[in-house]
């Protein structure tokens, strides 16, 4: 196996340790290894599985990421669609300023800000990834939905091994679209869900969902287009294209932990409604999507300490 080593730097200010602090806690993160201050993710690019390691020196004002790329027969050309990747995932070459600035418009979502200040968005890996999650995650609690992700992974995924640590690659539409929905309900799945990911697999598969060419829509066509797909309904569609597309300032204003933790800051006595989250988020265009992984955010840290508080910690 080869190993590449690049190193990239952030846009300032960035923490990366933050970031890594939010991967830890995520349901999303099922691929993704964290040890310490270290990134381990295995990716394909093209046919070919590579290795992304990451490590970080400096202050949150200059900043270096180490990136070292593992795989057979790398080349200039893999080296780039990974460093590519990277900055995307972390969003590392956005200027988050005008972000920042938000916190002159509202006071309340300042809090945040002031709390997760050095952080950015981190998209999932690929939109196909993000569709899987976000299918599976339906209705459920994120507990749940990250058992059923283990349980697809481990179904269809391929292991890589490296450095002495198992890693997955995830299931690519192929394999999914040629299983039959059975299979995947008997790991726990539900015949609705596994119908589901089956149909977006072959389309993916088919190149008939063609998630490069939805990126570079209007957010309204994306939606409309994703929507058309049975299974594939509104809060599905806009976590798509949050957090796999990519898009700045869509947000998932049908999610219910989004909508518990806004009526609580913003003194509703109660879980806000669809509408009233979408008119408390006019304040934060045209970073909507941006608000929305902070709020997500603190949701996973008061979930995570209170089951360090409980000893329920998995």
């Known amino acids: 196996m080869e190993l590449v080593e690049e190193h990239i730097t952030p846009v300032s200010p960035y923490n990366f340790g933050l970031a890594l602090g939010y991967l830890r806690t995520s349901s999303s993160a099922i691929l993704e290894h964290i040890s310490g201050d270290r990134y381990l993710r295995a990716i394909r690019v093209g046919d070919h599985p590579v290795v992304v390691d990451i490590t970080f020196s400096g202050p949150i004002d200059q900043t270096t990421l180490h990136v070292k790329v593992a795989g057979e027969r790398l080349n200039d050309d893999t080296i780039r669609t990974v460093l590519t990747w990277v900055c995307r995932v972390f969003s590392l070459e956005v200027n988050p ?177 669809e509408s009233e989250l979408r008119q408390i988020a006019e304040k934060w265009r045209p970073w909507r999507g941006w608000a929305a992984f902070l709020w997500w955010f603190q949701l996973q840290t008061e979930a995570y300490v209170q089951q360090i508080a409980s000893g329920e910690k998995e």
């Open 97 to 273: 300023a005008p972000f920042h600035a938000l916190y002159k418009r509202d006071p309340v979502f300042g809090i945040l800000i002031n709390n997760y200040r050095n952080v950015r968005p981190i998209l999932i890996a690929d939109p196909y990834e993000a569709m899987l999650w976000t299918i599976l995650g339906q209705q459920v609690h994120t507990r749940v939905a990250r058992r059923m992700k283990w349980s697809l992974v481990r179904l269809c995924g391929h292991p890589l091994e490296y450095d002495g640590k198992e890693l997955w690659l995830l299931p690519t539409p192929r394999d999914i679209a040629n299983m039959d929905p059975s299979d995947i309900e008997r790991i726990g799945i539900s015949k609705q869900k596994a119908n589901t990911i089956v149909r977006v697999s072959y389309l993916v598969s088919t190149g008939t969902l063609d998630f490069k060419e939805l990126g570079g829509l209007e957010p309204e066509s994306v939606y409309q287009a994703l929507t058309r797909i049975k299974g594939i309904g509104p809060w599905t569609a806009e976590c798509v294209m949050m957090r796999g597309l990519g898009f700045d300032d869509v947000i998932p204003a049908g999610d219910v932990g989004l909508q518990h933790i806004v009526g609580r800051f913003y003194g509703l006595g109660r879980k806000a409604t």
